[in-house]
């Protein structure tokens, strides 16, 4: 039976690590330490080489490190604000990988077999191709650094100018974009539009869509503060 951690800590890594073909890795064993943190070590035994122990820090350095040497060759395509398609030209491969405040899931082979075998899934060479075009290398940065609002944030900013306005009455407006017109209505704290579903739970400028964006821009509101300025703002707008 394969257990969980067979995933991180395998022959294949080992081959991989030194180099070597997998059918050259003859043992690999977890002997467990009476040491009170670190719970374990792994004894591995490769042909024409002394057996030694490798830590398991090794094992998952080279997790995250080979997907992301693998992921170098991979062309990044941006499908909607958080879906992405990822494409290996040379295989003629793609995949899909979404982006999540604290994940980046992907439809491949490897992304669901960490899903299956390890306690936390990491990022597969896909989301590391997506990490990539996002600037960002690691994912603990990505979670840490609110990565995945601001950059569904930066997207609509800049589709929104791509966007034609028009106001329809002090509250309303018609945006239309290549294909669709939403509708947008002013409120206090948020720009409503027919394109979303409000969660009240939610911070508002959580649910500001491209067409808000775009009706922010058309009101002049186009700083790096735009939703506290339109906000601040609100009371002389629909005065106008
Ligand atoms: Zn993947
Ligand atoms: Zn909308």
């Known amino acids: 039976m394969i257990q969980s951690e067979d995933y991180i800590y395998s022959?294949?890594?080992?081959?991989?690590?030194?180099?070597?073909a997998q059918s050259a890795v003859t043992r690999l064993e977890k002997w467990p330490l009476n040491r009170p943190f670190d719970c374990s070590i792994i004894f591995v035994i490769v042909k024409g080489k002394r057996p030694r122990f490798w830590k398991k820090f090794d094992f998952l350095f080279h997790f995250a490190d080979w997907r992301r040497s693998q992921s170098k060759e991979l062309v990044v395509d941006r499908l909607m604000p958080n879906v992405f398609a990822v494409i290996n030209e040379k295989k003629k491969s793609k995949y899909i990988a979404t982006i999540r405040p604290d994940s980046i899931t992907c439809n491949c082979?490897?992304?669901?077999?960490?899903?299956?075998?390890?306690?936390?899934?990491?990022?597969?060479?896909?989301?590391?191709?997506?990490?990539?075009?996002?600037?960002?290398?690691?994912?603990?940065e990505y979670i840490k650094g609110n990565i995945y609002q601001q950059t569904l944030d930066n997207y609509?900013?800049?589709?929104?100018?791509?966007?034609?306005?028009?106001?329809?009455?002090?509250?309303s407006f018609a945006v239309q974009g290549s294909s669709t017109i939403h509708y947008c209505d002013l409120h206090p704290n948020i720009i409503k539009c027919s394109c979303t579903k409000y969660d009240t739970k939610k911070p508002n400028s959580e649910q500001f869509c491209t067409h808000g964006y775009a009706v922010l821009n058309y009101l002049g509101f186009t700083g790096n503060q735009q939703i506290k300025d339109y906000c601040l703002g609100f009371d002389w707008i629909v005065d106008d």
């Open 109 to 140: 082979e490897d992304y669901k077999n960490q899903v299956k075998f390890l306690a936390k899934a990491g990022v597969c060479k896909h989301g590391y191709a997506v990490l990539k075009n996002l600037g960002i290398s690691k994912l603990s």
């Open 156 to 171: 609509k900013k800049q589709n929104a100018f791509k966007l034609t306005v028009m106001r329809t009455d002090a509250y």
């Open 11 to 20: 022959k294949s890594a080992v081959a991989r690590m030194l180099n070597v």
